[in-house]
């Protein structure tokens, strides 16, 4: 009888991890920079139809659609759906039906109620009757992030504007959650931009922070994040993030230091370039 040995399966390739989506889309970035400097340097007005896809709804103002868009192979932002960077569940949970949602709030809330009970508390007393519930409901508005398209969130707010000076919007209170312990995290950011023809609306900044800070996040992606964003929206010839935050994760817990503050920043564009560009916003934001 002939024997062989039957050769093994290869194994499946890992998942990127959100760190390699963000290195991949400032790596292509990068790229799309040098490749347009030269039109950049003459600021040559982009057709608007060229916005018209990730970020943007179309002339006729019809909501982003359900189903997936082509993948723009040029774009920073690795999602074709709109979502900017959409985790494992984002999908499920965006276009779940009314009894999927009520489904996942029921099983939440049961998960707490076993939290409950494995720190050695009574879930059945009164203070606690309702705490399940009322937690599962607050969890699902502080992570209300994963149910928000960019497209929504930015709308119509994208208007042709001769203006080629920076434009700051600073001290955008933000809270979210970290993912490594589920405690808060709270702090202020900084976002500037420089135009090339075209302008955003200034609460379209602050509500971009918003979107992504009511994820699980880390405070370095989250910088990253949104000025990505803002850099993928309007094509700008900059874009400037810095962000302020006290973790209650270092401060209630483990080396528990209240007052430690954490600083992160992300420079694209001539901010990370020009070294004038990036002093004055650094000046700007500490006035």
């Not at 290195?23 to 039109?39: I, K, N």
């Not at 962000?243 to 483990?254: D, Y």
Request: aromatic share 4%; glycine share 6%; hydrophobic share 35%.
């Amino acid at each position: 009888m002939n024997s062989y040995k039957k050769s093994p399966e290869p194994e499946p390739e890992p998942e990127p991890t959100h760190g390699d989506l963000l290195a991949d889309s400032l790596r292509r970035l990068d790229t799309a920079q040098t490749r347009d400097q030269e039109d950049d340097r003459h600021h040559h007005p982009i057709p608007r139809a060229l916005y018209d896809g990730y970020g943007f709804r179309p002339p006729s103002g019809v909501s982003t659609p359900s189903a997936p868009a082509p993948p723009d192979r040029n774009s920073p932002l690795p999602d074709v759906n709109g979502l900017g960077w959409p985790a494992k569940s984002t999908l499920s949970r965006l276009n779940a039906s009314p009894v999927e949602k009520a489904l996942r709030q029921t099983r939440l809330t049961a998960a707490v109620r076993t939290v409950l009970e494995c720190i050695g508390e009574d879930p059945d007393r009164e203070g606690l009757l309702r705490t399940p519930e009322r937690y599962a409901q607050a969890l699902m508005w502080m992570t209300r992030g994963y149910e928000e398209r960019l497209a929504d969130v930015i709308n119509d707010a994208v208007f042709a504007e001769d203006h080629d000076e920076m434009v700051l919007v600073r001290d955008i209170d933000i809270s979210s959650l970290c993912e490594h312990h589920l405690v808060p995290f709270t702090g202020k950011i900084a976002i500037a931009y420089i135009p090339n023809k075209l302008v955003l609306g200034i609460s379209k900044l602050a509500r971009i922070a918003e979107t992504f800070s009511r994820r699980l996040q880390v405070q370095e992606r989250l910088t990253k994040q949104i000025a990505l964003c803002v850099q993928e929206a309007i094509k700008p010839r900059g874009v400037a993030v810095v962000m302020e935050a006290t973790h209650l994760c270092m401060t209630m817990r483990g080396v528990q230091k209240p007052g430690a503050i954490t600083t992160t920043s992300c420079m694209l564009g001539c901010f990370r370039s020009q070294q004038k560009t990036r002093e004055e916003f650094l000046t700007l934001i500490k006035r």
